[in-house]
C-alpha cells in the first residue's frame, strides 16, 4: 500500500525551530519528486517546496524561502522540512505529498500529486 | 507568479443534480511539451486532498465517470453531473507549468 506519514509537527514559539519528517512506503521513493502543502486553519492549500528525486534540485514558495529547508534520505525512504524563524502565520496542517508521472517523451503523463500523506499540525504561539 | 480564481466559492446541490466550478488562470497553463498543466482535487472534511483530475480532462484511477473536467489555455472547468452526498467537500484546482499554485478552493455543500 502506498504510504506517506507525516511527523514532527506541535507547538512551538515564534522564531523557534522545528523539523517535519515524511516516511514513505508501498512504491520505490527514490524515483519521486516530492512535495511539501500546507493547509492554514479554515484556509486553502498552500505550496511550500518540492524536491527532485535525487534531492539535487529544490524550490521553495517565496512566503518560507530562507527559512526553510528541504532534504532527504532515500536511504531511509524519507523526507525532511526544517524549518526556522518561524511566524504565526506559518501555522497550518503540513502535508507531504508525492509527485507522479508515467512514460517518457511525448508519451508523458502528468499525474500532478497524487499521493498525499495525512498531515502533521504545526502551531506557532507564544 | 501564476493566480488560480475559482468560482463560485461555494455552492449547495440538490442530489442527482449536476454542478459546475470554474477555474480561470493569469496565464496560459499549455507548455511547450504540448500538455496543460491543469489538476483537480477534492477535500473531504477531516481528511487530505485527494487528487480527482489530472492534465485537465483525465480522470485519475478510481474516479468516478460522473466527474469530468475541460478547458483549455486559461480556463478550465470541473463538471459533476450528478452529485451524491458523498461529493461534499473543497475543491481545488492546481498548476504545475510554474512552480505549484492553488485556487481558493470551492465548497460543494448537499442540499
Known amino acids: 500500500q502506498v504510504k506517506l506519514v507525516e511527523s514532527g509537527g506541535g507547538v512551538v514559539q515564534p522564531e523557534r525551530s522545528l523539523r517535519l519528517s515524511c516516511a514513505a512506503s508501498?512504491?520505490?521513493?527514490?524515483?519521486?519528486?516530492l512535495h511539501w502543502v500546507r493547509q492554514a486553519p479554515d484556509k486553502g492549500l498552500e505550496w511550500v517546496a518540492i524536491?527532485?528525486?535525487?534531492?539535487?534540485?529544490?524550490y521553495y514558495a517565496d512566503a518560507v524561502k530562507g527559512r526553510f529547508t528541504l532534504s532527504r534520505d532515500n536511504s531511509r525512504d524519507t523526507l525532511y522540512l526544517q524549518m526556522h524563524s518561524l511566524r504565526a502565520e506559518d501555522t497550518a496542517i503540513y502535508y507531504c505529498?508525492?509527485?507522479?508521472?508515467?512514460?517518457?517523451?511525448?508519451?508523458?503523463?502528468?499525474?500532478?500529486?497524487?499521493?498525499w500523506g495525512q498531515g502533521t499540525t504545526v502551531t506557532v504561539s507564544s | 507568479d501564476i493566480v488560480l480564481t475559482q468560482t463560485p466559492l461555494s455552492l449547495s446541490v440538490t442530489p442527482g443534480q449536476p454542478a459546475s466550478i470554474s477555474c480561470k488562470s493569469s496565464?496560459?497553463?499549455?507548455?511547450?511539451?504540448?500538455?496543460?498543466?491543469l489538476y483537480w482535487y477534492m477535500q473531504k472534511p477531516g481528511q487530505s486532498p485527494q487528487l480527482l483530475i489530472h492534465?485537465?480532462?483525465n480522470r485519475f484511477s478510481g474516479v468516478p465517470d460522473r466527474f469530468s473536467g475541460s478547458g483549455s489555455g486559461t480556463d478550465f472547468t470541473l463538471k459533476i453531473s450528478r452529485v451524491e452526498a458523498a461529493d461534499a467537500g473543497i475543491y481545488f484546482c492546481?498548476?504545475?507549468?510554474?512552480?505549484?499554485?492553488f485556487g481558493q478552493g470551492t465548497k460543494v455543500e448537499i442540499k
Open positions: 492546481m498548476q504545475s507549468i510554474q512552480l505549484r499554485t
Open positions: 505529498t508525492r509527485e507522479s508521472t508515467s512514460g517518457s517523451g511525448s508519451n508523458v503523463v502528468y499525474y500532478g500529486m497524487d499521493v
Open positions: 496565464q496560459s497553463l499549455l507548455h511547450r511539451d504540448g500538455k496543460t498543466h
Open positions: 508501498g512504491f520505490t521513493f527514490s524515483k519521486y519528486a
Open positions: 492534465e485537465v480532462s
Open positions: 524536491i527532485s528525486y535525487d534531492g539535487s534540485i529544490k
